[in-house]
């Protein structure tokens, strides 16, 4: 099984969902550095309403359901060529000419 469509769909359903959070999203971001690291921090608030809200968040759902049918076929794909290389038993089969 082909996984590269699903990951593709699921990459542009990501994007767009997100892309509708963060566009139509009203809130701040704050980035405090410090030298001991365990004193830098990173504050978001985000606040999105609407319908884009909504469709943001339907769209974001969808791509991490095509991102696991992406991941579950491309192990089904890998198993399936594990499967391929073993050898196959040699199987006797009768020939009979055809008579005219």
């Known amino acids: 099984m ?3 469509r699903p ?6 359903s990501l994007a767009a969902g997100l ?4 566009a ?5 971001t704050n980035l405090s550095a410090a030298y001991p690291l365990t004193g830098s921090s990173l ?3 985000l606040t999105t309403t609407g319908a884009a809200a909504v469709g943001g ?3 974001v759902a969808l791509g991490l359901l ?4 992406a991941l579950l076929a491309a192990i089904v794909g890998q198993v399936s060529l594990l499967a391929a290389d073993r050898p196959k ?3 006797a089969v009768k020939t009979h000419e055809k008579l005219t």
């Open 2 to 4: 082909r996984s590269d």
């Open 19 to 22: 892309g509708l959070i963060f």
């Open 43 to 45: 504050h978001m608030d």
């Open 89 to 91: 038993e040699r199987v």
């Open 24 to 28: 139509y999203g009203n809130g701040t």
């Open 66 to 69: 095509l991102l696991t049918w």
């Open 7 to 12: 990951i593709i769909a699921a990459i542009l």
């Open 57 to 59: 968040l339907a769209f």
